[in-house]
């Protein structure tokens, strides 16, 4: 048990490296220059920990005679304590200038926007994200929901809005965060350097769903991303299996119009996320289940058990209509 | 018992000597010489001596019985204790709130709690955490010790003093009684808008926290202030600026942060209302509003809250490390000194709480430059006291333990805080665990080990009976293993992409180890405060009983009795060093003079501490506590209703009437 | 002492305010709510007409977050297209005290819900039940027919007035006239 | 470790006394900063102003952002505001004189001048309640109408405080604690008719000037 213990412990600072959603884990030249940044910061502050706590210990052995009076002072010990805290007070000086000035050079490296090969808006609202691909070309604009993608090695500039509450829109492996704030506009540029599915998540507390507000970034090659767009912007293939072709039926005759978009249909809502290629992203629920049939049927039939106060409402649907109607959904690849 | 003065003595209080001889400074004009001679039937302490002082002061200076007597009294210690076990009160009930956090994280999607009672949750561990502990814990110590240290009797405007905690209480009380009525707030302890504006948050709730906000800030200022006039005024003749207590110092500076800064997160508070209750539209973009003008005004108060949180713990570990390294403070005038550069410094910090908003990048510069710049002040006061500590003969009693505690934590947060100040670096960790560890490590380091090292201290002195120091030791054991388990792998959730204020994560983020270690520190952490409950009870029951000095220590609190008696010293010391006890150890030179029939004390000049006027300090009265009671009303009215400012101001000013109207033959106060 | 304390505060609790309640999992899930109202207090014969109320209308006019909800379904389904922000376009006016169809919540929820002539479209099964209910109480509070401490505050807008809580306390008068905009088809 | 590492005092008794000064001829009161009441004083409009400070930030902060000002409304009428102003001035006489008389302790000519004061105060608040006729914006219109009124509504609130302030004094002036004390008060009462006519000649030039000028 304690050796268990033990290992979980020094692994600790090793399960930082990795991971989906992690700052340690940069992707992305941005976030490379942050977690070196943040190694340096950790080791010169760790240095004033370690030498400072040394010197309170050291500080703990019984200098003073037992019977020594509490007022008296030796000017010569005096004078010696008062030249080592001002040397120690220079030095935190010095190490504080010298961070400051890392951290001022960074901070330009990071907030100097390149060129972007692609502008996306991004807006925030409860409890998912919008995401319009802006383009010169009409036909090539598009709208969809909770993931992004983007080519390889190309820096994408992120507007922020938001339509509700404040949110933060945050793709650690990618670069630092950046708040979405109803009545303005927020710029972020993200790039990545290797293909890769990085998670993002809402980093500004939004109210009762603030938990589920992820977001996935698939960096994939340039011909790979191209091939994506086209098909996004299409509209969605009416399906040729009759089950899904009932599905389609109980999508259009329920409540579901009323607030997604499944593009080529009926369905014209704008307030929920746009469905039309629902089935070719990763999660649903803006990063909460994986896309499954299964799942989708659950979040169907349950979405509060899944996501307690999300603004989808639980519908009312007959037993012989659930399974045509994920299977549609999933179907809208 | 009483001895002649000697030629000496009088050469080491000149001011003193000056005023004794009949030198008398200030406005001379018409007034006639009726005030100055005093009515030769009243009796003073010139007169009387011993057990018979000692007796009839206690009388003149008592506190009634019975309820109405308990509910009028003006005693300092009376109200700072309750003022002390209430923040103690709130700090169980906000561990309490964490531990059911902590229990909901320890799994990943776990169901124990849901997102509405989780976000009312951290929204009153927050809040009660800050308003109901943070501040008034400092402002509590202060209520009973600064008035002892400073050797007078009761502490400026006592009246207003009672009127503040009981405005704090009733405040604290509101909260959570509408949490348990489940109209608690669930917006966060900062309520940023629109989440907690008329839109986004339907009801009562964030009307709750924004109210609660104008009571702990009217409690707070007014303690501030009378705590300023206490230390301005009223200290002991001979306690000349550079001769008052550090902790004195500490809380005095922290007043000073309380003032300037309250009035800002009350304006905030009160537009936050306003754009609810009576559709202003100060927040409201579409009309001209801005959302972000609600977080300047918040942090502008947010960010001195936090040293308005660790000044007064800086004045126990001073009180502390004085004491237990039986040394006098090495580098007095330059940790007052950094006090102050703190107190100013403070003020110049808060964009570093909105880094990620969009700011222009120069102005957030400067406040990298500045948030990076508060770590010379804090730099020196460490120094100092690792200084004091090497030139002294450390005793490791429990309170010297916790302060050890303090400078691990407290360094560590200090230096994680550097990397918050880095623009860049905060746009990755900001609003992370990676925060919520370096504030814990801020707040619980810089606050609640030297408060409990504090409680250890000054309980003979509350109680006139000692803790166990075996429990003490394991409290201490158990409390710094509990924090650092807890709270040491919320720095690498955080750099791991966990964000804050989320009720649940997915099973596969990976974080669900890490957070299950944070758990079960928690329950350790929390353990241990069991223990020092424990502790505390059956100490104050059954401890050893301690003398007026147990710890053998310098400052004017160890000359009254333990506890104190109701007029706290006989006669008003006269003070001749930083640490009076130590430089008089046969006997304490004292003023003599007062009557033993009235409430008088000693006022005193501002900087050179020279004895000036024999004021009468306020008679107990009901009308503060029902003053407290009509605001309450007001207040709470106000949140359903705009008419209750028009229906709830005839009581209070009332009671405010009846609070200032004076008893015949008797002076009162504002 | 102690006991003087406890026994309020239970007391308090007991009566804890369905005000701030917020259900977001409608119970039973998806059974359609049945209400027998009326939409004017005549009837044949003595005693008015018979009507049976589940007390759901209650439950939610009453609570601030279904209101509130109501008030974001409003914009979301459209409704302010024909009845702008309640002082009616093409639709008629909601904060008024006239009532063509009944104004309690149940009558709301049923003009809703089956649609009445001259323009206003039936949203059975294109809005969810407990829905309804929402945007009911919602527009029950533009007449300021709910609680006050329940009402909407002003949005996060264009400020069109005073916002329903700070309008004063409305009556409804069944059986008004159907408006000059609303009776020839849009 | 023990008690014994710490030199008890050993007793559990408090040291003894030594009187080296005697306090029996020393006033019981004064005036000005003497008096901690005075301080208090000062404190409170410390914290007071720091809220108004606040209150004129949000203001500039709005126009700040919005850059034309004021946001779909006249600027409001200068009439009523420029009468108050000179209202206000000029009782800084009688106010100056209430002091003088109240440290001389002349009971009369404190009784004249308080009662000078409180008509002063409730003339004051008439003309307020034209201020806010004149306005041109309601609270609740935007964002300009809801800071207008917030800066004169707090300065309302602090001129309502000390009209009950004085009324009381003035009442307690005419009854037999009219004393001592009493006076030092009503410095104090002065003084903080000071800090209402100081924060006021800001929020005059900020309320009706500065949307003119901008």
Same mark, same amino acid.
């Given at each position: 048990m ?5 290992i ?12 989906w959603?992690?700052?340690?884990d ?13 190694w340096?910061?950790v080791?010169?502050l760790?240095?004033v920990?370690?030498?400072?706590m040394?010197a309170?210990?050291?500080?703990l052995?019984r200098?003073?005679p ?24 220079a030095l ?5 200038i ?12 990071l ?9 996306l ?7 998912w994200?919008?995401i ?23 820096p994408v ?6 339509a509700d509450v ?23 540029q993200?790039?990545a ?10 980093a ?5 769903q603030?938990?589920?507000?992820g ?10 991303f191209e ?7 299409s ?8 089950e ?8 259009l ?11 080529g ?5 704008k ?12 999660y649903i629920?803006?990063g ?11 979040w ?6 899944i996501?307690?106060?999300v603004?989808m409402?639980t ?16 179907g809208?690849? | ?17 000056r005023?004794? #001889? ?5 406005v001379?004009?018409?007034r ?9 039937k ?23 019985k ?29 561990g309490?709130?964490?531990v ?16 509405? !009672? ?9 809040t009660?955490?800050m ?7 400092g402002e ?7 008035p ?15 009127f503040s ?7 604290g009380?509101?909260?959570w009684l ?26 009562k ?7 609660m906000?104008t009571?702990?800030?009217?409690a707070?200022?007014?303690?501030a202030?009378s705590?300023i ?10 306690m000349t ?7 004195v110092?500490a ?11 309250m ?8 537009l ?7 559709g202003?539209h100060?927040?409201?973009?579409a009309?001209?509003g801005?959302? !972000? ?9 947010g ?19 004085v004491?237990f ?6 580098g ?8 102050i ?10 964009v570093?709480?909105?880094f ?6 120069l102005?957030?510069?400067?406040f ?18 690792i200084a ?16 050890i ?13 550097i990397? !918050? ?9 900001h ?5 919520v ?7 619980i380091g810089?606050n609640?080990f030297?408060?409990?090292?504090a409680?250890?201290y000054?309980?003979?002195?509350f ?8 429990l ?14 807890a709270?040491f ?8 992409g ?11 983020m990976?974080w669900g ?10 329950a ?7 223990l020092?409950?424990?502790?505390i009870?059956?100490?104050a ?5 301690a003398g ?11 000359a ?14 006269i003070?001749t ?28 000049t501002? #900087?050179a501490g ?26 709470v009215?106000?949140m359903? #209703? ?13 009671? !405010? ?8 033959? #008797?002076?009162?106060?504002r | 002492?102690?006991?003087l304390?406890?026994?309020p505060?239970?007391a ?16 039973p899930v ?12 005549l009837?044949?014969?003595?005693g008015?007409?018979t009507?049976q109320?589940?007390?759901?209308g ?7 977050f279904h ?13 302010n ?14 904060m ?16 809703i819900?089956?649609?009445r ?21 919602y ?6 027919n709910?609680?006050?401490p ?8 264009m ?6 809580q700070?309008?004063p ?14 009776q020839?088809?849009q | 470790?023990?008690?014994?590492s710490? @030199?008890? @005092? ?19 009161y004064?005036?000005?900063?003497r008096s901690?009441i ?22 500039f ?12 409304a006249?600027?409001?009428?200068l ?24 440290? @001389?302790?002349?009971?009369?000519a404190t009784?004249?001048?308080l009662v000078?004061?409180s008509l002063?105060?409730i003339?004051?608040?008439v003309?307020?309640?034209?201020e ?7 609270w609740? @219109? ?17 001129l309502?405080?000390d009209l009950?302030?004085t009324?009381?004094?003035?009442v307690?002036m005419f ?18 008719w ?16 500065f949307?003119?000028?901008?």
């Open positions: 304690k050796r268990a213990f033990s979980l412990l020094l692994s600790l600072p090793l399960a930082g490296c990795q991971g959603q992690s700052a340690l940069a992707q992305g030249p941005s976030a490379q220059a942050l977690a070196e940044m943040f340096i910061f080791a010169v760790g240095i920990w370690v030498l400072t040394t309170l210990l050291l500080a052995r200098r003073r037992a019977d020594a009076d509490p007022l008296s002072t030796d000017p010569g010990t005096e004078r010696r304590m008062t030249i080592t805290v001002s040397v120690a007070v935190t000086l010095v190490t504080v010298a961070l400051t000035g890392l951290s001022y050079a960074a901070q330009k490296v907030f100097s926007h390149k060129d972007g090969a692609l502008t808006l991004v807006t925030g609202q409860q409890w994200w919008k319009t691909y802006e383009n010169e070309q009409p036909n090539l604009v598009f709208t969809t929901a909770n993931e992004i993608h983007i080519p390889v090695g190309k500039l992120i507007k922020l809005e938001s404040i949110h933060s829109f945050w793709v650690p492996n990618l670069t630092g965060k950046m708040d979405a704030i109803p009545g303005r506009q927020n710029q972020l993200i790039q350097d290797r293909p890769g599915i990085y998670r993002a998540q809402c500004e507390f939004c109210g009762l603030h938990a589920h507000m977001m996935l970034v698939v960096a994939e090659p340039k011909e790979d091939r994506w767009r086209n098909h996004q912007v509209s969605a293939i009416p399906p040729n299996d009759p899904r072709q009932r599905g389609m039926e109980v999508f005759s329920k409540p579901c119009i009323m607030c997604h978009q499944v593009r249909t009926d369905a014209g809502g307030v929920a996320p746009d469905l039309t290629h629902v089935g070719s992203r990763r629920g803006a909460t289940l994986e896309t499954t049939r299964g799942n989708i049927a659950a169907i039939i349950d979405p509060h058990g996501k307690p106060g603004n409402p519908i009312q649907l007959e037993p012989d209509e659930v399974q045509p109607l994920a299977s549609y959904l999933e809208l690849k | 018992m009483t001895k002649a003065i000697t030629p000496h003595e009088l050469d080491a209080v000149p001011e003193v000597t005023l004794a #001889t009949g030198e008398r400074g200030g001379s004009g018409a006639s010489e009726a005030d100055y001679s005093p009515d030769p009243e009796l003073r302490d010139d007169q009387v001596d011993g057990p018979e002082l000692t007796a009839r002061l206690a009388k003149t200076w008592g506190t009634q019975g309820l109405i007597g308990a509910l009028s009294t003006v005693d300092h210690k009376v109200i700072g204790r309750r003022y002390i076990i209430t923040a103690l009160f709130f700090l169980f009930l906000g309490l709130s964490a059911a956090m902590r229990l909901q994280l320890a799994r990943p999607e776990s169901s124990l709690i849901g997102p509405d !009672l989780y976000n009312q949750l951290f929204t009153m561990h927050g009660t955490m308003f109901l502990f943070g501040v008034p814990i509590a110590f202060a209520v009973y010790l600064v002892l240290m400073v050797g007078t009797r009761n502490i400026a405007f006592p009246r207003l003093n009672a905690y009981y405005v704090y209480l009733f405040g009380l509101m909260i509408a949490f348990m009525l489940n109209i608690g707030p669930d917006v966060g302890w900062f309520a940023y808008v629109p989440l907690s504006g008329p839109e986004f948050s339907p009801g709730r964030a009307d709750i926290w924004a109210q906000i009571f702990t800030e009217v707070g200022i007014s303690v202030i705590v006039v206490t230390v301005f005024k009223l200290r002991a003749p001979g600026l550079d001769r008052i207590p550090l902790f110092w809380e005095l500076i922290n007043s000073f942060v309380i003032i300037f800064a009035p800002a997160v009350v304006t905030a508070s009160a936050l209302l306003m754009d609810r209750l009576v202003t100060i927040f409201n973009p009309e001209g801005d959302a !972000l003008l609600y977080q300047h005004l918040f942090w502008f108060f960010h001195p809250e936090v040293y308005i949180i660790f000044l007064p713990a800086t004045g126990w570990v001073s009180a502390i490390v004491t390294a039986r040394r006098q403070a090495f007095y005038i330059a940790l007052v000194l950094s006090l550069a703190t107190g100013f410094l403070s003020f110049g910090l808060w570093h709480h909105m990620t908003t969009g700011l222009p990048q102005g957030a510069s400067f990298t430059a500045s948030s990076m710049l508060i770590a010379i002040p804090n730099g020196i006061q460490i120094f100092c006291w004091t500590l090497w030139d002294g003969r450390p005793v490791f009693r429990t309170p010297l333990l916790f302060v505690g303090f400078f691990f934590i407290f360094v560590a947060g200090g230096l994680s805080g990397m !918050l100040a880095s623009v860049p670096l905060d746009a990755q960790v609003d992370t665990f990676f925060v560890a370096h504030f814990h490590y801020v707040l810089g609640v030297p408060l409990i090292g409680i250890y000054w309980f003979p002195k109680t006139g009976r000692m803790m166990n120091e075996r003490g030791k394991w409290h201490f054991g158990l409390a710094f293993i509990g924090f650092n388990v709270f792998p919320m720095h690498i959730t955080g750099l791991m966990m964000p804050r204020r989320v009720y649940t994560y997915l099973p596969e990976g180890n890490l957070n299950m270690i944070s758990t079960i520190g928690a350790v952490f929390f353990g241990s405060f069991l020092f409950l424990y502790n009870v059956t100490s029951r059954r401890g050893p009983l007026p000095n147990p710890w053998n220590a310098g400052t004017l609190e160890w009254s009795a333990s506890p104190p008696m109701p007029q706290n010293f006989d006669r008003i010391p003070v060093n930083r640490e009076p006890l130590w430089a008089h150890r046969d006997s304490l030179p004292v003023a003599a003079g007062l009557s033993v029939e009235n409430r008088e004390q000693i006022v005193s501002v #900087t020279r004895a000036d006027l024999r004021e009468s300090t306020p008679e107990p009265s009901i009308w503060p506590f029902l003053s407290a009671v009509a605001i309450t009303i007001l207040f009215g106000s359903f #209703t705009p008419w209750a400012l028009v229906w709830g101001t005839p009581p209070l000013a009332l009671a !405010l009437i009846g609070w200032f109207w004076p008893k015949a033959g #008797t002076e009162d106060e | 002492m102690r006991t304390l406890i026994l505060l239970l308090f609790t007991l009566a804890a305010c369905e005000r701030e309640d917020r259900e977001y999992r409608s119970n998806t059974a359609e709510s049945q209400e027998k109202i009326a939409l004017v207090p009837s044949a014969g003595p008015g007409p009507e109320r589940s007390g759901l209650k439950e939610y006019e009453e609570n601030a209101i509130s909800q109501g008030q974001r379904f409003y914009v979301w389904f459209n409704c297209g024909c009845h702008a922000n309640g002082g009616g376009d093409s639709g008629p006016a909601l008024d005290d006239r009532w063509i169809y009944g104004g309690q919540i149940e009558n709301i929820v049923q003009t819900r089956e649609g002539p001259n323009g206003m479209p039936s949203f059975r099964g294109k809005i969810p039940d407990d829905q309804i209910w929402q945007i009911a109480a527009i029950r509070s533009m007449g300021r709910v609680p006050k329940a009402a909407p505050g002003r949005k996060d807008d400020s069109p007035g005073p916002a329903e700070r309008r306390p409305g009556e409804v008068i069944d059986g008004g006239q159907v408006p000059p905009s609303a020839m088809p | 470790m023990t008690k014994a710490f @030199q008890p @005092q050993d007793s559990e008794e408090l040291l003894p006394h030594r009187i080296v000064l005697n306090v029996r001829s020393m006033p019981s004064a005036y000005g900063h901690p005075w301080w208090g004083t000062v404190a409170f409009a410390a914290a007071e102003g720091m809220g108004f400070a606040m209150a004129i930030g949000v203001y902060y709005l126009v700040f952002i919005n850059g034309n000002w004021p946001l779909s006249p600027p409001p009428d009439f009523w505001p420029s009468l108050f102003t000179v209202v206000l001035l000029v009782s800084a006489w009688p106010n100056a004189r209430a002091k003088r008389d109240g440290e @001389q302790e002349n009971l009369s009784r004249r001048n000078i004061m002063a105060g003339v004051l608040l003309i307020r309640i034209m806010f006729n004149g306005l041109h914006v309601r609740d @219109q935007n964002a300009y109408g809801s800071a207008v009124w917030l800066l004169l509504g707090l300065h309302t609130l602090h309502l405080t009950g302030d009324v009381v004094l003035t307690l009854t037999r604690h009219g004393h001592g004390k009493r006076f030092s008060d009503v410095g104090d009462n002065a003084f903080y000071y800090f209402v006519v100081a924060s006021w000649l800001p929020i005059y030039l900020i309320l009706y000037w949307p003119r000028w901008w």
